[in-house]
C-alpha cells in the first residue's frame, strides 16, 4: 500500500474513534443530566400545619415537578382571567357606545317624526289654499281646470301622504312620506301654473305668489340663468346656478319683496354677501343675495313690493348684481317660471 494511502487511512481511523469517544461521552453526560433533572424533580417538599390546638401537625409532601405544574396551572389562570377582564371591559366599552348611538339614533327617529307632522301640517295648509284657489278658478270660467283639489292633489301624489295610507309600520309611513313629498310638491306644479295663468289679474290672490321682478321700476337684465352654468371663477368648469343673477351695472337700485310674507333670516354669507330670505304663503320662500344694504329685520312682515334693500356687491361676486332664488318646499325652481305671470307690475 503506498505511503500517502496508508497515513491517510490511519488519520481516518484517529478521526472515527475521537468521534464514537465523543459521542459516548456526550451520551453519558446526557443520560446523567437526566438522572440528576428527574432527581431533582422529584425531591419533595414538605408543608407542615401546625394549629394551635392540641391536634397533631399535618403534614403535605409536593416534589418539585408538581409545584411547578401547579405554578403553571396559576400562571394560566390568571392570564385566563386577566383576558377575560381585558375582553369584558372591551365589550362593556362598545355596548356603552352603541346604547349611545341608539339613544341618539332615537332622538334623530323622534326629530324626523316631529319633522314629518310639521310637513304633512304645511301640505294641508297648502291643500286648503289650493281649495280655495280652485275654487276662484271655477268662478272665473275655466273649463279644464280640475273640480276639486283632490283630483290636483291625487294626481301630484298628495293625497296619500296626508292621508297616511301608504304603510302599516309608523317608522316605514314617515320614511315614505319624507320620500314623496318633494316628488309630490314638484308634481303639483302644472296645476299651479294652469290657476297661475287663469288668475293673473287677481292681485289679491297673487300678491302670496313671488310673481313680480324683483328690482323696482322693472330695472336690469339677466347675467345668468338658472340651471347649469360655466363657473366665472373657475374657467372652464361647470356648475349649477340655483337661481338668476340681475344686474343693473349700478349699486344702491332698490330690491322688492317678490310676494307678501315674512323676513325669516337677514345676515351676511361669505358666498352669498348681505342676503335676505323671505318665507310665503303655499311653500314658497324666496332668497335675495349680493345687496349693498338691508331695508327689513328678521320676523318684520312685508307684502308684495315692499323694498327689503338695496343692489349691491357683497360676497362673492364679479360685479354689482342680485342673485335671486325661489323654493317650493325644499325644491328650488326656475324663478322666471312665475316672473312671467305679472309682467305688468311697476312700481
Known sequence: MPEGLRRFKETEKRWYERLLQGLTSGVDVARVAIRRFFAWGRARFVFAVIPQSEKPARRFEISRFSLIAVGVVLILFVGFAGYSLSAYSAAALRAAALDAQLTKARQSIDQMRESTENLLSE?????????QVVDIAQ??????LPQSTGDVLKTAGLADLISGQLSDDPVSRDVLRLNGIAEALDKSLPALDDIANVLAGQKDIMTEVPNIW?????????????????????TG????????????????DPILATADGK???V?????LGNSVTIQHSHGFTTRYGHLRSFAVKKGQRVSQGDVIGYLGNTGQTTGPHLHYEVYLGTSLIDPLRFLSIRKEYHE
Open 139 to 144: 268662478s272665473k270660467g275655466k273649463p279644464d
Open 123 to 131: 301640505t294641508a295648509k297648502f291643500q286648503e289654499k289650493l281649495d
Open 263 to 265: 323676513v325669516i333670516d
Open 267 to 271: 345676515h351676511y354669507d361669505a358666498s
Open 214 to 234: 324683483p328690482v323696482k321700476g322693472n330695472l336690469g337684465h339677466i347675467t345668468m340663468y338658472f340651471g347649469q352654468n360655466e363657473n366665472p371663477f373657475a
Open 237 to 252: 368648469q361647470w356648475y349649477l346656478h340655483t337661481g338668476i343673477d340681475i344686474s343693473t351695472n349700478r349699486v344702491g
